[in-house]
C-alpha cells in the first residue's frame, strides 16, 4: 500500500472552484500503484467515484454529474493526482477521498477495485 495526503479542501459559494490534489508517497508506477481516484462521501451518503486516472495508459473517467465541470490530471513530477472542480453546486458537498490501487487491470470505479486510501478533504458548497 502506499500512503496517500489530499490537500486542497474548502468552502466556496455556489459556481465557486477548487483545486485537489492527491500525493502519494512512492512514485505511482514504481510502487505498483497503478490507478488513482478520487471518490467522495456525502453526510448520510456511501462513498462515490467521482474521478480517475490510470497512470500507465492515461485513460481517465469521471462520472456523470460532475462531466463539463471538474478534470482529473496527474502531475508526475509530484506524485500527484489532481481534481480540478469549476462551477462547484451545493451537492457536490462532500468529503473527498484519494484511492490508489495496484491492480493492472483497467480503471474502475469500484471501491473494492482501490487498497490505498487517504484521510479526506472536506469541501462546502454554499449556496
Known amino acids: 500500500q502506499v500512503q496517500l495526503t489530499e490537500s486542497g479542501g474548502g468552502s466556496v459559494q455556489t459556481g465557486g472552484s477548487l483545486r485537489l490534489s492527491c500525493s502519494a508517497s512512492?512514485?505511482?508506477?514504481?510502487?505498483?500503484?497503478?490507478?488513482m481516484a478520487w471518490f467522495r462521501q456525502g453526510s448520510g451518503r456511501g462513498r462515490q467515484f467521482v474521478a480517475g486516472?490510470?497512470?500507465?495508459?492515461?485513460?481517465?473517467r469521471l462520472t456523470e454529474d460532475v462531466k463539463g465541470r471538474f478534470a482529473v490530471s496527474r502531475d508526475t513530477a509530484k506524485n500527484a493526482l489532481i481534481l480540478q472542480m469549476n462551477n462547484l453546486r451545493p451537492e457536490d458537498t462532500a468529503v473527498y477521498v484519494c484511492?490508489?490501487?495496484?491492480?493492472?487491470?483497467?480503471?474502475?470505479?469500484?471501491?473494492?477495485?482501490?487498497?490505498?486510501w487517504g484521510q479526506g478533504v472536506q469541501v462546502t458548497v454554499s449556496s
Open positions: 486516472l490510470h497512470w500507465s495508459t492515461g485513460d481517465t
Open positions: 484511492a490508489a490501487s495496484g491492480s493492472l487491470w483497467p480503471l474502475q470505479t469500484t471501491l473494492s477495485f482501490y487498497n490505498s
Open positions: 512512492e512514485p505511482a508506477r514504481a510502487d505498483g500503484q497503478h490507478t
